[in-house]
């Protein structure tokens, strides 16, 4: 008697999960791992995206949001978030050897607490789109939800009311007292002593803008402007001849200006009368942003077919965290 084995296939229920799991979730709605959608209730569903789509979406917000690739990006596992910041050293003084030593003043603490809000995106595709079997479903959704927190963040980065969403630098107190004499919080601002103009000499103008920062937070600073802007500058020079804008010799590096990089952001002012059109200082040690480190996305093939919506979620906060470490720009006479 032959013993003789014969193949079968194997039945689609008792296939292993493999990295197209979230691919069949998002065509079929065929469960895979559900995770809580609020803080409150365990039952009311939401999807964690795979940790490959998140790393590709983090990677495509890096480029598109400006202020994320300089800023302090923080992850939280709650709804809040809060940074200790130390206002002023501690007093030493000097003493012969038999004098008395009286105490010297403490370290003054400060609260930081970036204004959390939700960022979402919506998109929808047809029914017919995701069962087309040479369409990259995963592909589509990381870059369709990328684009749109993107878009949210570098708004709200910038100009952000800090009501349910971050608070961005420009929406901050200004004043143009120095370091020594300006409240926490405030952050200083340099005239170009004309309204809606640099001046006389806008390259004399960025150097103060420069100095402006104190030498400890100036390694690591860098300029940011809008396209408008930097094409303003582009075209200044100094008293020699010399461009004072040098542009990138190699591929994803940025161009400086004075030795420091420009970072372009379009949603910075334009050049205006009272506008802080640029921004210059250390945005590593001067902005904190606070993000939850899972996006969750909720599929819902019924509310508009026959459509397929996707909606995506992600908490995210930020606030100025050192008003030392940023130096604006202000196009006024003072």
Known sequence: ????????????????????????????????????????????????????????????????????????????????????????????GWAAETDARPVTATPVFVEIAPPMGELYANPSASQAMLDDAQFDVEAWLAGEIATEFAKAEGAAFVNGNGTNRPRGFLQVPTAATGDAARAFGTLQYVPTGAAGDFGSNGAERLIDLVQALRAPYRQGAAFVMNAATAARIRKFKSSDGQFLWQPSITAGQPATLLGYPVVEAEDMPDVAAGAHAIAFGNFRLGYLIAERTETNVLRDPYSNKPFVTFYATKRVGGCVSNSEAIKLMRFAAA
Do not use: C
């Open 1 to 92: 008697m032959n013993d003789t084995v014969v193949a079968r296939p194997v039945l689609d229920g008792a296939r292993a999960a493999g990295g197209g799991a979230f691919d069949g979730f998002v065509r079929s709605g065929a469960v895979i791992e559900t995770k809580a959608f609020t803080g409150t209730t365990g039952d009311q569903g939401g999807y964690a995206i795979p940790k490959e789509i998140d790393a590709q979406i983090d990677a495509v917000l890096k480029s598109a949001s400006p202020i994320r690739s300089i800023a302090n990006v923080v992850q939280v596992g709650s709804a809040g978030y809060r940074k200790l910041v130390t206002t002023g050293g501690t007093p030493s």
